[in-house]
C-alpha cells in the first residue's frame, strides 16, 4: 500500500494494537544488512525554535549528532515505531503532529529508507538509552549531522 504524506492518519488498516516486537539475532541482522536497505522512522521533537538530537555510541555514525528514530520491525505499523522509540531511546511518550517524508541514507555499513514525523511531548525528562551518549536542543545544527536528518529537520522546520 502506498501511503501519501496526506493520507497517513487516515489510514487505519495501519493502526493495530502493540504487536509482539522481535529482533533478530546478529549474525542474522549483519545477513540482512549486506543486501537489503532498512525500513525506518526518525522523530523530530522541536522545543521553541531548537530541535533534540542524541550523539551516537554505535555503528553506523558513532560519535555524530542524529535524530532519535529505530527500524521498524516486522507487524509492527509506522506510528507504533515511532511510539516504540520515543519510549526506548528517549523514554518519552509521543504524540505524532505530522508526518514529513521519506529520507534516505546510504553508506557502505547499511542502506536506511526513513519515515520522518513531527513529534511533541508533555513531559520533558529525558533518560537516552544506550544508543547515545548525550543529547541536547540545538538552534544551529552540528556539523556531525547526519545529511539525511539535516534534510529532514529543514523540511520539518519549512512546514512549522
Same mark, same amino acid.
Given at each position: %500500500?502506498?501511503?501519501?504524506?496526506?493520507?497517513?492518519?487516515?489510514?487505519? !488498516?495501519?493502526?493495530?494494537?502493540?504487536?509482539?516486537?522481535?529482533?533478530?539475532?546478529?549474525?542474522?541482522?549483519?545477513?540482512?544488512?549486506? #543486501?537489503?536497505? #532498512? *525500513?525506518?522512522?526518525?522523530?523530530?521533537? #522541536?522545543?521553541?525554535? *531548537?530541535?533534540?538530537?542524541?550523539?551516537?555510541?554505535?555503528?553506523? /555514525?558513532?560519535? /555524530?549528532? @542524529?535524530?532519535?528514530? *529505530? %527500524?521498524? @520491525?516486522?507487524? !509492527? *505499523? %509506522?506510528?507504533?515505531?515511532?511510539?516504540?522509540?520515543?519510549? !526506548?531511546?528517549?523514554?518519552?511518550?509521543?504524540?505524532? +503532529?505530522?508526518?514529513?517524508?521519506?529520507?534516505?541514507?546510504?553508506? +557502505? /555499513?547499511? =542502506?536506511?529508507?526513513? @519515515?520522518?514525523?513531527?513529534? $511533541?511531548?508533555? =513531559?520533558?525528562?529525558?533518560?537516552?538509552? #544506550?544508543? $547515545?551518549?548525550?543529547?541536547?536542543?540545538?538552534?544551529?545544527?552540528?556539523?556531525?549531522?547526519?545529511? @539525511? =536528518?539535516?534534510?529532514?529537520?529543514?523540511?520539518?522546520?519549512?512546514?512549522?
Amino acid at each position: %500500500m502506498l501511503i501519501y504524506p496526506g493520507d497517513f492518519f487516515k489510514t487505519k !488498516e495501519m493502526i493495530r494494537k502493540s504487536p509482539r516486537v522481535r529482533k533478530a539475532p546478529k549474525t542474522q541482522y549483519d545477513n540482512f544488512r549486506k #543486501f537489503f536497505a #532498512f *525500513s525506518c522512522v526518525d522523530l523530530v521533537l #522541536f522545543q521553541d525554535k *531548537s530541535v533534540l538530537l542524541t550523539k551516537r555510541t554505535r555503528p553506523p /555514525y558513532k560519535g /555524530y549528532w @542524529h535524530l532519535p528514530g *529505530s %527500524m521498524i @520491525h516486522k507487524d !509492527e *505499523s %509506522m506510528q507504533e515505531a515511532v511510539k516504540r522509540s520515543a519510549k !526506548e531511546e528517549l523514554g518519552l511518550d509521543v504524540k505524532i +503532529k505530522r508526518y514529513v517524508g521519506v529520507y534516505e541514507s546510504l553508506n +557502505k /555499513y547499511r =542502506h536506511d529508507v526513513s @519515515h520522518g514525523f513531527v513529534v $511533541s511531548t508533555n =513531559h520533558w525528562d529525558i533518560e537516552t538509552d #544506550f544508543q $547515545s551518549s548525550e543529547y541536547g536542543f540545538f538552534n544551529k545544527l552540528p556539523k556531525k549531522t547526519l545529511n @539525511h =536528518h539535516r534534510l529532514l529537520i529543514r523540511e520539518a522546520l519549512r512546514r512549522r
